[in-house]
């Protein structure tokens, strides 16, 4: 007799056959595939999730395999966007189930189109403000999401469930500004605690598809170099802009074209309003003699004595060696959105 | 004055010199707000620092501390 390759899931009595059959029916969106998301992708695919929609505007970096498990030493070389590299990695590992990679910016504009279809959204992301923004997005179209994060050696998890409990608004309050907490670009990353805090995420987001009554109504922090792990209680603010008065500042601040400084990198991003007006190979043409032009699958190099940026497709640049935003716009304006 | 012994677990450990543990003591009513103070943590400006922990339960800074009690300080996790 053979049996099948969820066998030992399903003889796992809180799941089961009909729990592996919601979780071979169930759609997850997986937003940032760096540390955390690349350890759910790989626990989500393994357990057989039926479609897995992987989000990731970053290109694989040798930096990156020190603890972002799917990756390889080639996908670096080939500059290979993480979404990308992920689902042609997780094809190998799980054939059977649907793989959407969207290498795009998180950002008002495109946040709820891409939590629309989906039952569940997980947390793999690298930076507090797109988690505002996750969670205004959650809040206001009734999808659960479980968010995870770790610095240093310490993490936390937590599900949060619209109607049910409290937000990641209530757990740490306004969203602080930047250069007040740190990043893992400044005080490091050890892959233990990534891989613990993705574990307990993939673990709370399989209970949640299969409807399990032990989910955690908890916040739960560990550290991996302490050796502890708390479950602590944490209460739905009365007050809470989010939860509470429904009030969503981050998904309503809508510029023309939205500037983030990328982490670690000296860099930022200009993502344009996404009016379908874009016509990538129009704008790269018309690089061509203004400096040096390499294209690539994912996305084009521009270098001249001016200006420095990669363009994807979806009309957003990467805009290397500015000191700030404004010079960023500068640069986008002149080059891409003439 | 009230004695507290705050416990500083993973990275937020750096707010107490490294160390996990502090013994210290407070005027009577001392809130979570004096509790910050001592350690010059200014809550939604200091790196690192997230919340406080009671008895496994998040509490607001202006909740008043007691004698003999442990809290937790927690850091605020950004990354991943």
Known sequence: MTVGRYHRQEIFYPIGPEGQKKLQQSRVCIIGIGALGTSIANNLARAGVGYLRLVDRDIVELTNLQRQVLFTEKDAEEMIPKAEAAKAHLQEINSEIEYDAMVVDVNPYNIEKLISDVDLVVDGLDNLETRYLINEACLKNNVRWVYGGAVGSGGMCMNILPGEGPCLHCLLGPLPEDGTYETCDTIGVISPITNIVASYESAEAMKILVGSESISHQLIAMDAWDCYTDFVDVDVDPDCPVCGKHQYTLLEHRQKNYTASLCGHDAYQVTPEDDGSFDYDAVVAALEGEGEVKRNRYFTIFKNDEADFKLFPDGRAIINSVPDGDKAQQIFAKYIDR | ?80
């Open chain 2, 1 to 80: 004055m009230i004695k507290l012994k705050i416990l500083f677990n993973g990275p937020v450990r750096q707010l107490n010199g490294w160390k996990n543990v502090a013994n210290i003591e407070l005027p009577d009513g001392a809130t979570g707000y004096d509790l910050c103070d001592y350690f010059d943590i200014i809550p939604g400006k200091t790196r690192l620092y997230g919340f406080l922990i009671r008895d496994g339960k998040k509490i607001k800074e202006e909740e008043e501390l007691h004698d003999g009690e442990t809290i937790k300080v927690n850091g605020k996790t950004s990354g991943g």
